[in-house]
């Protein structure tokens, strides 16, 4: 063997076994882990109770029973809703932010300010606005003459108060990469359409649009990514309520494993939500590396 | 882009104007309300000129043990990152260096390891250190948010070892240099930029971080954005208060924004967009 | 000082040779130049020599040892990087430092070294700079230096003057010249540039394809080409070439095509058979205008001509035929003029055309 394999076999030994190490002891082991439960039957408030094997009771329970199914439902209907806010105003908001004006730069950074914001903060603060009897929002709409509306009290309100809280918090993330990617392009195309005389939009849609997809697909599947694994809004604003109509599978999984205390649920409800994230995962990926060819 | 009218500038400003102020709002509630004495935090209409008072800051440090939960935070933080720099960056320039044509799917399958959703393997942390022993103590919370911060220093990292020229090691080789010494006296140096980069990312994941926080601790190595929540109980809200802890915990993520803005596209981006 | 030599060297990628079996033999001493376009193996032949590439197969021999497997700081070498390879976070003292650490001298030993070979290259005063302070041509210089302070048995040099304007790499390549004068280090230098390897070289190795295909003194490889492509390689501008079939004549045998028919070279004949398909080579210093009478004179017409000065490149063209005199400037013809030009006799190179070997 020569000295250059010996130098490779060198770094991979000495300097990445400590990350595969550690990612194994606390990543891979507790999911495997978590697929040992999820054939078991274990309660914690008895922990004196065998965790007996039960097969596949757990996974055919999720997914058979309705609860699991309707916080499929509302997870992706979170989804679909706060992402096609957050793009649509978060790319206009891009093409604002990037003329070139005095100011522009400084309000770009200040609206960057909410995605730093530890989710939890977020829900209180918002939880403060939404407040029933107390909150600014109801007030404010009061003064325009609407009538007061229960946002988190409600079964019909409370998954919009959450969307509204979630989208004021990612809106600027979908703005900051669009902006970033607008200020990227080569300006070229577009003084050739402006000698060509084409329209605003026109030049949106079939220069400024097409050059921006590759960047706007990778952000899609980060913001999926993220939307999916939705936990701490939801958990300060409505704890899933009321009733389920804002359990998303985060939720879910919370309430099998820490009100019912039924892990082994939890866990197969924990592995099924693994592989539908891996799918989102991997296009997230594909996608990526989709863009750095044509890059 | 193209130059644009005055007309044009006017609606321009007016729109992002307004868009901003909507978007500044909670922030600024958070603010004003944790200087509001307590009689006037929902008085109608909302008094938008009161008298500042700091007692609800005042309270969260007598009434509260907020400064233990503070510190708290502040050991798990500065734990996590700097064992996620260390390790994260040794697995970053391996990855880096190693010529393999499967080296990007080690790349890709350390980054998923940060994708995947929390509440997923909480239960099995929560039993795995309930019989370790190290439920309720700083130390799960470290070897927890490291999970998502190494892979997150390795993946940005390898994209700063990347752009530092492998001729320098070669010439270090060719000195007599093994490759331990060369990785901290050449490579590392020139990549500390990105190291500073990835040390404040790791600070600011684990500073907000909140749902590993509640399930893993209990009174004694509460951090803070747990007890900022603690502090909400149906019954008698204490307002003022909880927008002091919260004020007080968004500072660093603010911080972040306003002086490391151009890194945080890279990192939050995942390098998706450059 | 040591010896190198490369025993059927072989660098291989999986199933894929960029090297294949190279025997290269360097004395003590000796510039070697490794000459060749890119992709053909030189750079990676060298590499190999410095250890940062393994060998995959044959021996390479440093002072008489065996150094396949050594890492490459046990082999007594130093090199000077295409890009330099500057550390950039250190001074230039530094950099040298940093060169001399791992031979564990005393303080005064390293002082007087970097104080000795930074006054044989004027670096005096850049000692405390950094790397992104220096122009172009000081960064090379202490490139150089760092290696230097080693003092090597073996220099590797791998394109140090590609990064440099024409004018800078001149005065360096002098410089070069000069050091190993005075140094006497086996030096081994690779280029893509013909005027680098024909100034600096003691032996050029041409190589193509991850071949050598000829080693030789730059006389050598200029005057005695052993096939096609070292004699279009070499030489500038290019050598002229003509495809010709041979025929019997009758003073011996004659090379023939549509547009001309010369007598070939009288040393050739012995090699020549009639129908036989050859490429003659002719250098464009060796067309010359003929003399009014003179035999054997071509007849062709004049195309384009470029003024140099002391001297004129002629484009002529005879038939479909097209090629290039290279003479006085005060004999430059006219374009579109017709004259008549011979070749000399001494410079004709004949080629099999089959395997472009020289006959």
């Known amino acids: ?120 903060i977020v829900g209180l603060v918002w939880l403060f606005i939404y407040f029933p009897e107390l909150g600014y929002l109801n007030y404010f709409i009061g003064l325009i003459g609407i009538n007061p509306i229960p946002w988190i009290t409600s079964t019909q309100w409370a998954l919009t108060a959450i969307a509204i809280a979630d989208i004021w918090q990612w809106t600027p993330f979908v703005m900051m990469g669009t902006a970033a990617a607008l200020q990227s392009l080569s300006p070229e195309p577009y003084e050739a359409a402006l000698i060509d005389g084409n329209s605003r939009i026109d030049v949106f849609l079939y220069v400024t649009l097409p050059q921006l997809k590759p960047v706007l697909i990778s952000l899609l599947f980060l913001r999926a990514i993220d939307a999916f694994k939705i936990y701490d809004i939801i958990f300060v604003l409505t704890k899933g309520g009321p009733g389920d109509a804002t359990e998303t599978i985060a939720l879910y999984i919370y309430r099998q494993s820490f009100t019912f205390w039924r892990m082994g649920v939890g866990a197969a409800a924990s592995f099924v939500s693994l592989i539908i994230i891996s799918v989102l995962i991997t296009l997230f990926f594909k996608s990526m590396q989709k863009s750095a060819v044509a890059r | 882009m193209n130059k644009i009218s005055t007309r044009q500038a006017t609606f321009v400003y007016i729109v992002t104007g307004i868009i901003l102020i909507i978007f500044m709002i909670p922030i600024y509630l958070i603010l004003a309300s944790s200087l509001k004495p307590s009689a006037d935090m929902f008085s109608r209409p909302p008094t938008v000129f009161f008298t500042p008072t700091l007692q609800h800051y005042v309270d969260l440090f007598t009434l509260r043990p907020f400064h233990q939960n503070i510190l708290n935070s502040l050991i798990v933080t500065l734990g996590s990152t700097a064992f996620s720099v260390t390790v994260g960056s040794l697995g970053a320039f391996a990855l880096s260096r190693i010529r393999h044509p499967r080296i990007n799917d080690a790349a890709f399958w350390i980054l998923s390891m940060r994708m995947f959703p929390p509440i997923a393997v909480v239960v099995p942390y929560y039993i795995i250190f309930k019989s370790v022993g190290l439920l309720d103590t700083p130390l799960a919370l470290i070897i927890v948010y490291s999970t998502a911060n190494i892979p997150l220093t390795v993946w940005l990292m390898k994209g700063f ?79 003022g208060r909880i927008m002091a802890g919260s004020f007080i915990i968004l500072i660093p993520g603010v911080i972040f924004v306003l002086t490391c803005q151009k890194w945080l596209v890279k990192g939050l981006t995942l390098g998706s967009v450059k | 000082m040591a010896s190198v030599s490369l025993t059927n060297v072989v660098k291989a990628f999986g199933a894929f040779k960029v090297v294949h079996g190279v025997d290269l033999d360097i004395t003590d001493g000796e510039f070697v130049v490794l000459l060749g376009p890119s992709g053909c193996g030189k750079t990676t032949t060298l590499r190999m020599v410095a250890g940062l590439e393994d060998v995959s197969g044959g021996e390479i021999c440093i002072a008489g040892e065996v150094i396949n497997d050594r890492p490459p700081k046990d082999r007594k070498i130093a090199m000077v990087f295409q890009n330099y390879a500057l550390y950039p976070h250190m001074t230039v003292r530094q950099n040298m430092e940093f060169a001399l650490k791992p031979q564990k001298l005393s303080k005064a030993e390293v002082d007087a070294k970097i104080a000795g070979v930074a006054g044989m290259l004027g670096l005096d005063a850049l000692l405390q700079r950094k790397p ?61 540039d013909q005027v680098e390897a024909m100034t600096l070289a003691d032996k050029i190795v041409i190589m193509k394809d991850g071949y050598i295909e000829q080693i030789g003194s730059p006389e050598e490889v200029f005057a005695h080409p052993k096939n096609l492509f070292v004699a279009t390689f070499i030489g500038s501008p290019s050598m002229n070439l003509f495809r010709m079939t041979v025929e019997r004549g009758d003073k011996g045998p ?14 050739k004949s012995g090699k020549l058979t009639p129908g036989q398909a050859v490429t003659l080579g002719i250098r464009p210093s060796d067309v010359r205008l003929a003399r009014a009478g003179e035999p054997g004179a071509i007849e062709a017409r004049v195309e384009v001509v470029e003024y140099l000065g002391v001297e004129a490149l002629v484009d002529l063209r005879v038939g479909t035929q097209e090629f290039i005199a290279q003479i006085p400037a005060g004999e430059r013809p006219a374009p579109d003029e017709t004259v008549k030009v011979v070749f000399n006799q001494a410079g004709l190179h004949l080629f099999d055309s089959e395997s472009g070997q020289a006959l």
């Open chain 1, 1 to 120: 063997m020569g000295y250059v394999n010996r130098r490779n076999r060198t770094i991979a030994g000495v300097f990445l076994l400590p990350t595969v190490a550690v990612l194994f002891l606390t990543t891979i082991y507790p999911m495997l882990y978590a697929l040992y439960l999820s054939f078991r039957n274990y309660d914690l408030a008895k922990p004196f109770i065998p965790r007996i094997f039960v097969g596949l009771a757990n996974f055919q329970e999720v997914l058979t029973s309705g609860p699991f199914m309707h916080s499929m439902w509302i997870t992706f209907k979170l989804m679909a809703v706060t992402l096609t806010f957050q793009f649509v105003i978060g790319v206009g908001l891009a093409l604002l932010v990037t003329q070139r004006l005095p100011g522009m730069a400084a309000i770009r950074t200040l609206l960057l300010i909410p995605m730093m914001i530890s989710p939890v």
């Open chain 2, 161 to 239: 070892f990347d752009e530092v020229p492998e001729a320098l090691e070669e010439a270090a080789q060719v000195d007599g240099y093994g490759i331990v010494e060369i990785f901290y006296r050449i490579t590392l140096p020139l990549a500390a930029p990105g190291l500073a980069v990835c040390a404040v990312f790791c600070f600011i994941f684990s500073w907000n971080e909140f749902l590993f926080a509640l399930m893993l601790t209990g009174s004694s190595a509460q951090t803070a954005t747990v007890a900022v929540m603690s502090f909400w109980s149906s019954d008698a809200v204490q307002w």
């Open chain 3, 132 to 192: 992104a302070q220096l122009s172009g041509g000081q960064r090379q210089r202490v490139a150089m230096a760092r290696a230097m302070v080693r003092t090597p048995e073996v220099f590797l040099f791998d394109e140090p003057l590609s990064n440099l304007d024409a004018k800078l790499r001149t005065q360096v390549r002098m410089e070069i010249a000069k050091l190993h004068k005075q140094l006497g280090t086996t030096v081994i230098y690779v280029t893509h």
């Open chain 3, 254 to 267: 004659v090379l023939s095509s549509a547009a001309f028919t010369i007598a070939a070279p009288v040393d």
